[in-house]
């Protein structure tokens, strides 16, 4: 299903990607995140933070398309869809893992720390990045990253 | 459990409100506003970027690589673009000092530029072609480019 039939001659970057597959592997993510909120300050919910943070992890290195979500999406829910209107630019959804990979790694590491309380706050601060990214296609790093640049730049 | 319910319940909340509030704000076109920042010389910083201004207007586009909604500003700008506007399309991350002058926060961000070179409209977020329409009238009001003779 990898092998695309294109729609004419378009203007988009070489290796794009169908920008419906980000969206839908947010909404997976975050349903997993809601769920790591209700379990609340547990072991439980460290082991099924960890889970998410490692499904990042081949997000933020090869790009969306390598995580299981993407697999899922390309499996089940694409071969139901129209082809996209147009393909979009990986890079941005790459850097959105990358951000969920920080977040959800950072409770990860506070968790087994000790500090169990960390869990379902990062777990929420992820839950709301991934839910707007899934329901308005938001991007919060994205929308994050030239202030944060801005600010290095300052500093420097 | 009665707790953590709340606390979803909660983010679900704040997940809707941040939605919506930034969806209406997507390209929402600013007039004036942005006229007291920095309507300097828009037409040396073009120069300088090696781009050359529209006779009637200039879309200067604000982008960056981690961001999808440029790239679909960037295609209804260009649509846009003819011989009497300009689209410039400047990645932010490589003028750092250009973005903190124009006070530019995110990307994309669009400043109209009108053919004097002054800023006369800039929007934030991807734009519809709607909203380019209407930021290209409050550069320059849709009378005829080869003049009044009506």
């Not at chain 1, 499904?55 to 390309?74: D, E, I, K, M």
Request: hydrophobic share 50%; net charge positive.
């Amino acid at each position: 299903m990898t092998s695309t039939d294109r729609p004419g001659p378009q203007t988009a970057p070489p290796a794009g990607i169908d920008p419906r597959g980000p969206r839908v592997g947010a909404g997976i993510t975050a349903v997993l995140l809601a769920v790591v909120v209700l379990i609340g300050p547990r072991t439980e919910a460290l082991v099924l933070l960890a889970v998410v943070a490692l499904s990042f992890l081949p997000g933020a290195l090869v790009g969306t398309h390598a995580t299981w979500q993407g697999l899922l999406f390309r499996v089940l829910v694409r071969p139901r869809l129209g082809p996209p209107e147009h393909l979009e630019d990986p890079r941005p959804p790459r850097f959105a893992q990358l951000v969920g990979l920080v977040v959800t790694g950072t409770g990860v590491a506070l968790g087994l720390g000790g500090v169990l309380a960390a869990v379902p706050w990062a777990a929420g601060i992820a839950f709301l990045a991934a839910a707007l990214n899934a329901t308005v296609g938001l991007c919060l790093g994205c929308e994050l990253y030239l202030l944060g640049r801005r600010f290095r730049g300052a500093r420097v | 459990m009665a707790q953590q319910t709340a606390v979803l319940v909660a983010l679900v909340v704040l997940t809707a409100a941040v939605a919506l509030v930034w969806r209406r704000r997507q390209g929402q076109v600013r007039v004036g506003a942005a006229r007291a920042v920095a309507s300097t010389a828009w037409h040396e910083d073009l120069a300088a970027l090696g781009a050359a201004p529209g006779a009637r207007a200039t879309f200067l586009q604000f982008s960056a690589p981690v961001c999808a909604a440029c790239r679909s500003t960037a295609r209804t700008l260009a649509a846009l673009a003819g011989p009497d506007v300009a689209h410039v399309e400047v990645d932010a991350t490589e003028h750092l000092d250009l973005v903190r002058r124009a006070q530019v926060l995110r990307t994309p961000t669009v400043i109209v530029l009108d053919a004097a070179g002054a800023e006369v409209a800039r929007a934030s977020g991807a734009m519809t072609p709607d909203q380019a329409r209407a930021a290209l009238d409050a550069a320059a009001p849709t009378d005829l480019p080869s003049g009044r003779n009506a």
